[in-house]
């Protein structure tokens, strides 16, 4: 290796490095965005509970306040990573005993009997609550959704090939059909 290939490989890894630094410091700003974010959202239930509209000790309240405090303090581990491993690591019974304490089930007898002003501005908050959690999930691991982007690409590309192979084969079968149509004819007047 001369010193000319030298120094490419060593800026190669020197930009490989600072592409995963970046990687990991644009991650940990997307989580303090996010992190931010569920703060304002807080303030604004803590603010809609203290002018009366709903009380400090309301199940709904409580859940949304306990939900978004569990999504500040583990934000750091909570990325599509983490779901994914912890997914694919737990048991069924795990599974089961989560999906027993459902946040769709609790948050239905929270809200239950509620006024609906009251209701819609607590499912509101919730909805809001969902979409920067997705958006934190998308934003947490760029690389799953690239990927599962480009498998969905394939099955999409490779269904619409398929299609297509089934319509040129349909197109194909029904011109032989006439073909044999008009053979059948022909064949049929020879004889008589």
Wanted: net charge positive.
């Amino acid at each position: 290796m001369n010193t000319q290939e030298i120094l490419i490989v060593l800026s190669s890894l020197l930009s490989l490095f600072g592409i995963g630094y970046l990687m990991v410091q644009s991650r940990l700003l997307c989580m303090e965005f996010f992190k931010q974010d569920l703060f304002i959202l807080r303030d604004k239930v803590f603010d809609y509970a203290r002018t009366g509209n709903i009380g400090f000790t309301d199940p709904a309240y409580i859940m949304l306040r306990h939900t978004m405090n569990g999504w500040i303090r583990f934000a750091h581990q909570r990325t599509m990573w983490h779901g994914l491993v912890l997914f694919i690591l737990l048991s069924r019974e795990d599974k089961e005993r989560i999906m027993g304490t459902r946040f769709d089930v609790r948050w239905s007898k929270a809200v239950a009997n509620m006024d609906g002003p009251v209701r819609e501005q607590l499912d509101s908050y919730r909805e809001r609550m969902h979409k920067l959690t997705f958006r934190y999930f998308l934003i947490s691991a760029p690389e799953v959704v690239v990927g599962v982007s480009i498998v969905f690409m394939f099955i999409f590309v490779t269904l619409t090939l398929y299609r297509q192979q089934t319509k040129l084969r349909s197109i194909v079968e029904n011109w032989f059909k006439k073909t044999d149509d008009a053979a059948l004819l022909y064949g049929e007047e020879v004889v008589a």
